[in-house]
């Protein structure tokens, strides 16, 4: 929508336009997202029932946690800490450094849209932003193949097995790992005016359904390896 805004209009409508996007959005979480942290639910908790009783001692245990607290713990647990388990955590380690490769891949890519389709295909500035459609496919598709696989597998094999090893939510991982040079690949060899531009899209929808299942698996997998 950028691409035909700009030209028309001037730079600024291109971040009003993700105001109009994402106000809607906010307000939703606002009012229909519920709090799930079990820390901040049972602070709620504890603030109303000292201001029904009186009585100062009902507290959560995040509270009693927090005065304990120092300065210096502080900016250990944050600053020290993740680097510890870093260094001594090999699998934490190799997810770290996959993720930041990944990162620098993902963003990275979509630099080359601006070099592929208006030389290549003649795409305006509008058209090649609408080129970026293909990026909501993949998301959408891989939205759609995660909650199957919870849905289908994951929440049942927990109500039969139980939690098992964190390492078994990874398997979504695996194969977002394997659609990530494939669709580079796709994208790299038929990204010129001799092929459709559809087969070249194709390409992208399957390099971000990739990171897409890869993130979903790595975030699961992080807070179950190390829950504090």
């Given at each position: 929508?950028?691409?035909?805004?700009?030209p028309a209009q001037n730079?600024?409508?291109?971040?009003?336009?993700?105001?109009?996007?994402?106000?809607?959005?906010?307000?939703?979480?606002?009012?229909?997202?519920?709090?799930?942290?079990?820390?901040?639910?049972?602070?709620?908790?504890?603030?109303?029932?000292?201001?029904?009783?009186?009585?100062?001692?009902?507290?959560s245990q995040s509270e009693?946690?927090?005065?304990?607290?120092?300065?210096?713990?502080?900016?250990?647990?944050?600053?020290?800490?993740?680097?510890?388990?870093?260094?001594?955590?090999?699998?934490?380690?190799?997810?770290?450094?996959?993720?930041?490769?990944?990162?620098?891949?993902?963003?990275?890519?979509?630099?080359?849209?601006?070099?592929?389709?208006?030389?290549?295909?003649?795409?305006?500035?509008?058209?090649?932003?609408?080129?970026?459609?293909?990026?909501?496919?993949?998301?959408?598709?891989?939205?759609?193949?995660?909650?199957?696989?919870?849905?289908?597998?994951?929440?049942?094999?927990?109500?039969?097995?139980?939690?098992?090893?964190?390492?078994?939510?990874?398997?979504?991982?695996?194969?977002?790992?394997?659609?990530?040079?494939?669709?580079?690949?796709?994208?790299?060899?038929?990204?010129?005016?001799?092929?459709?531009?559809?087969?070249?899209?194709?390409?992208?929808?399957?390099?971000?359904?990739?990171?897409?299942?890869?993130?979903?698996?790595?975030?699961?997998?992080?807070?179950?390896?190390?829950?504090q």
């Amino acid at each position: 929508m950028a691409g035909f805004a700009v030209p028309a209009q001037n730079w600024h409508w291109s971040l009003w336009i993700l105001v109009w996007m994402a106000a809607p959005v906010v307000v939703l979480l606002l009012v229909l997202m519920p709090e799930t942290s079990t820390s901040n639910i049972l602070l709620r908790r504890a603030k109303r029932l000292r201001k029904l009783t009186g009585g100062p001692h009902l507290q959560s245990q995040s509270e009693i946690d927090q005065k304990q607290l120092t300065a210096s713990g502080i900016l250990i647990s944050a600053l020290v800490k993740p680097i510890e388990i870093t260094l001594k955590d090999p699998a934490i380690a190799f997810v770290n450094f996959y993720t930041a490769l990944f990162y620098g891949i993902y963003y990275t890519f979509f630099e080359v849209f601006p070099l592929v389709f208006p030389p290549q295909y003649g795409f305006s500035l509008g058209e090649t932003g609408l080129a970026f459609l293909s990026c909501q496919v993949g998301a959408t598709l891989g939205l759609g193949i995660y909650f199957a696989y919870l849905y289908f597998y994951m929440i049942p094999d927990n109500l039969k097995h139980g939690l098992r090893q964190q390492e078994h939510r990874i398997v979504p991982g695996i194969f977002g790992s394997v659609l990530i040079p494939v669709g580079l690949f796709i994208f790299a060899w038929t990204a010129r005016g001799s092929v459709h531009y559809l087969v070249c899209l194709t390409g992208v929808v399957l390099f971000v359904l990739g990171p897409f299942l890869v993130l979903q698996s790595i975030f699961v997998y992080l807070p179950l390896s190390y829950p504090q």
